[in-house]
């Protein structure tokens, strides 16, 4: 993606300076990790992500995230997540998603 000013931090309210929001870097290693298992079939909801934001990006800046697998327990899926520019790492974590029966899962919130 391409950053823009609504993808910064004083656009989410995280910060006040107009570079590339901690918010924003999460949601896209998420859903790097979300595309990951899609493309086997499973929807999942994240539960958890820890990670270090390590370099500030001005809008009209190109980012991405990888994630790998790094451990499956039953439903339970681990994930190594990175985020990057032109210039390299941005930003890197950890990350659990749950795989789901999405129908299901959204019957029992409709209750």
């Given at each position: 993606?391409?950053?823009?000013?609504?993808?910064?931090?004083?656009?989410?309210?995280?910060?006040?300076?107009g570079v590339f929001a901690t918010p924003g870097m999460i949601a896209l290693m998420e859903c790097s990790a979300f595309?990951?298992?899609?493309?086997?079939?499973?929807?999942?909801v994240g539960t958890e992500i820890n990670v270090q934001h390590l370099r500030?990006?001005?809008?009209?800046?190109k980012v991405?995230?990888?994630?790998?697998?790094?451990?499956?327990?039953?439903?339970w899926v681990k994930f190594d997540v990175a985020a990057f520019d032109e210039k390299g790492e941005i930003g890197k974590g950890t990350h659990t998603r749950y795989i789901i029966d999405a129908e299901k899962f959204m019957a029992k919130l409709n209750k």
């Open positions: 993606m391409i950053v823009t000013e609504s993808d910064t931090a004083a656009t989410y309210k995280s910060g006040a300076l595309g990951l298992l899609q493309n086997y079939g499973a929807s999942s500030a990006c001005l809008p009209g800046t991405w995230a990888d994630s790998t697998i790094t451990e499956v327990n039953g439903n």
